[in-house]
């Protein structure tokens, strides 16, 4: 059967660093001491420097923040009317410079027949993929898919599906698009666990193409893992003043545990050390110290992911990508890797790859 390979990724986001004025902004929506206390130590420990937002953060005289846009005011958080038209105007924006970036040949657009599209941040119709088609002049019979609400896993969905079309076209190529406004969704509120969920995430996008011509990474097998008993610990719901998210403090243990018991299911029968490339979804320091220790990987396993972390924050299932590009960069041909993302479910999404 033919083989289905990611060949390239291009990844972009926003202009603005928003990650110590979004943190201060969440923290002025807590009472004075322990809450207050506890946000600030668990924001110094999250091993993030820096996110990235269209919202733009302003330093007022008084040494308070506020964004440039006025989206966020404290008392009138927008309606989830309001979050949508603001996914709507800037989606395309980070779409356009993810797509430039992978830079696609003229003679490679005419030849792309799919194209696939993760977001569960927003909803417009037509949506992202027709504005992906209509951006890069694409053929009108392009077959589009929305792959929506699936949350950080969503982009390992993305490449099963696109291994799946390969398979069964083999002259099919196969356009991807993961973007996510995760800043859209700040919710007004006085609960910490909420609060800290918040802290992480924030907005990215990537790109990427599936072929079947033999360069990148070979997408060798996929495997869904979903964690019983763990539905009600992520959840995301749409609220009349946007989409409203239960992250709850016990993911972490509940992935360590899943992990550990999964053992070699996980690397379908084969040794942890016989993987190379680990593109571990960056979803917090927590999770990622959770799989670390949960497959019992080596020091320094998950440095590309907890380097993503560090300076992009979480970003939903665009997070991901971002660590499979940095680790296409400095694969050798014959590596073995393992891809993984986390969900609601909880479940974890997880692929075998090889580099070529």
């Known amino acids: 059967m033919t083989a289905a390979y990611l060949n390239r990724i291009a990844t972009a986001v926003p202009p603005h660093d928003m990650h110590r004025a979004f943190a201060a902004f969440a923290e002025s929506m807590l009472p004075e001491g322990t809450p207050k206390n506890l946000f600030r ?12 937002s269209f919202v733009h953060p302003v330093e007022t005289p008084d040494g308070t923040w506020k964004d440039a846009e006025g989206f966020y005011v404290p008392g009138d958080f927008p309606t989830t009317a309001r979050r949508m038209q603001a996914f709507e105007q800037y989606a395309p924006r980070l779409a356009h410079c993810a797509l430039g970036r992978l830079g696609l040949t003229a003679a490679e657009r ?53 291994r799946h079309i390969i398979r069964s076209e083999p002259d099919a190529k196969v356009l991807l698009l993961s973007l ?31 072929s079947a011509e033999p360069t990148g990474f070979a997408l060798d097998s996929f495997l869904a893992l979903n964690l019983a008993g763990t ?3 992520i959840t995301w719901r749409i609220g009349e003043k946007g989409f409203d998210m239960q992250l709850s403090g016990q993911v972490p243990g509940e992935l360590r545990n899943g992990m550990a018991a999964a053992g070699k299911e996980v690397t379908r029968g084969r040794e942890i050390s016989s993987i190379d490339l680990w593109a571990v979804h ?3 320091r927590t999770i990622l110290d959770a799989v670390e220790q949960g497959l019992a990987l080596p020091t320094g396993a998950l440095a590309e992911s907890r380097d993503i972390l560090a300076h992009f924050g979480n970003m939903s299932s665009a997070s991901v990508m971002f660590v499979l590009e940095r680790l296409m960069r400095r694969a050798t041909p014959g590596q073995q890797g393992c891809a993984m ?16």
């Open 110 to 162: 005419k030849s792309i027949t799919h194209v696939i599209v993760t977001s569960c941040t927003g909803l417009y119709a037509p949506g992202l993929d027709y504005d992906v088609v209509e951006h890069l002049e694409l053929s009108r019979s392009v077959e589009r898919t929305m792959i929506g609400f699936m949350g950080c896993y969503a982009a390992i969905n993305a490449l099963k599906s696109a």
């Open 180 to 210: 996510e406004l995760c800043s859209m969704h700040m919710q007004e509120t006085p609960n910490l666990e909420q609060l800290l969920a918040f802290s992480v995430f924030a907005d990215g996008c990537a790109a990427y193409m599936v």
């Open 341 to 356: 993302s986390f969900g609601p479910g909880v479940t974890a999404e997880t692929m075998l790859f090889h580099a070529v």
């Open 41 to 52: 130590r668990m924001t110094r420990m999250s091993a993030i420097e820096h996110r990235y």
């Open 231 to 233: 539905n009600h610990l």
């Open 282 to 284: 960056p979803g917090g």
